[in-house]
């Protein structure tokens, strides 16, 4: 049985960013932007992955960051990962079978659910977030 392997399921290794400890951190490579390269302000579809043991969640990369790179806007008053991270797993996976049914579940890949990534941007003081185009 085949070893799971993310960019088997339209995922992009991020280059020079991971997780404490060596945990790889990918993006879901759904819209040109999505080049491997960590944008903190994107939102969008990301999974980890430390050997077999796998998160995937929909939102942020890493919302502290995001935080930090939003100086020109007054500070929100709401939770940044709160606001802005879903969590859909956290599980093991060992094998693109196992990936393939927990995908589907998710409607990763079959549906128009994480078709384009939002980005978040401050100007005139004020938070936006708008579609990618």
């Not at 085949?2 to 060596?22: A, K, M, Q, T, Y």
């Not at 802005?84 to 079959?110: N, P, Q, T």
């Amino acid at each position: 049985m085949p070893v799971f392997d993310p960019l088997s399921f339209n995922f992009i290794r991020l280059h020079n960013f991971e997780f404490p400890g060596g945990v790889s951190v990918f993006e879901y490579k759904n819209h040109a932007a999505v080049s491997g390269e960590p944008d903190f302000l994107r939102l969008n579809l990301y999974l980890s992955k430390d050997h077999d043991y796998v998160t995937i969640w929909s939102g942020l990369l890493e919302p502290i960051f995001a935080e930090s790179r939003l100086t020109s806007v007054a500070p929100p008053r709401f939770d940044f990962y709160d606001a802005y991270v879903e969590g859909l797993f956290k599980g093991y996976i060992d094998s693109h079978e196992i990936a393939a049914h927990i995908f589907y579940a998710l409607r990763i890949g079959f549906s128009d659910r994480y078709t384009t990534p939002q980005i978040l941007s401050g100007a005139d003081n004020e938070l936006r977030c708008e579609v990618l185009t």
